[in-house]
């Protein structure tokens, strides 16, 4: 669900000093563009709030819910009839960060 080793990589590029903001501005960007979309009922801008996701969330390690973004987005762009699945991708979302939060400190110690 959580690639470990991006976080570690990200943690190290922008420095121990500064992962702490950087995961706070993350989580604060990504916790603000899901509640928009689980607001909203109609998405015209879909494919772009999920491109948005989906690098949000690689960037700090959420591979589960980066690879459910892109399928997402893909479905979006093509607009093949395919039902984007927000649920889900809320779902993954909420597990991970969860897991991200509760594994962080163990998994990236200092």
Not at 33 to 62: T, Y
């Amino acid at each position: 669900m959580i690639d470990w080793d991006r976080v570690a990589t990200l943690k190290e590029e922008v420095g121990a000093e500064d992962f702490d903001e950087v995961v706070e501005l993350f989580l604060d960007e990504v916790d603000a563009a899901i509640d928009d979309l689980a607001a909203q009922k109609q998405h015209p801008d879909l494919e772009d709030k999920l491109h948005f996701l989906k690098g949000s969330a690689l960037s700090l390690g959420f591979r589960s819910f980066s690879d459910l973004c892109q399928a997402g987005e893909s479905a979006a762009a093509n607009a093949s009839g395919v039902v984007v699945d927000l649920d889900e991708i809320l779902r993954c979302y909420a597990q991970s960060r969860e897991a991200f939060l509760s594994d962080l400190q163990s998994k990236v110690a200092s």
